[in-house]
Nanobody
Framework: QVQLVESGGGLVQAGGSLRLSCAAS????????MGWFRQAPGKEREFVGA????????TYADSVKGRFTISRDNAKNTVYLQMNSLKPEDTAVYYC????????????????????WGQGTQVTVSS
């Protein structure tokens, strides 16, 4: 079992930066790939990016590639989403999630692969 709590959201001007954190509890955090998703008002939740259980591999949605970076610190049971060059279209509630598999080499991009979710943190980018 993994419990996840996101933090770090807020209001930022276009072009600015934010770093989201996702603090995890549970003995198995280190064995799970972690994903970030977001949901804008009136839209479906969409994949942002994912990081392998070791932190050695990442993947990103095309819409954020080159601007967002995912990292993790397994000693602190925390995964991060560094967001740079933010745009108004990045406005959304951001969620972190833990993959259901253990020590998997995959980086899932579909919601159905993730069993554990945080409550979300709001990010608002003003123009």
């Amino acid at each position: 079992q993994v419990q996840l709590v996101e933090s770090g959201g807020g209001l930022v001007q276009a072009g600015g930066s934010l770093r989201l954190s996702c603090a995890a509890s549970g003995r198995t955090f280190k064995s799970h790939a972690m994903g970030w998703f977001r949901q804008a008002p009136g839209k479906e939740r969409e994949f942002v990016g994912a990081i392998s259980w070791s932190g050695g591999r990442t993947t990103y949605a095309d819409s954020v590639k080159g601007r967002f970076t995912i990292s993790r610190d397994n000693a602190k049971n925390t995964v991060y989403l560094q967001m740079n060059s933010l745009k108004p279209e990045d406005t959304a509630v951001y969620y972190c999630a833990a993959d259901r598999a253990y020590y998997s080499g995959n980086l899932p991009y579909t919601e159905g692969s993730y069993d554990y979710w945080g409550q979300g943190t709001q990010v608002t980018v003003s123009s």
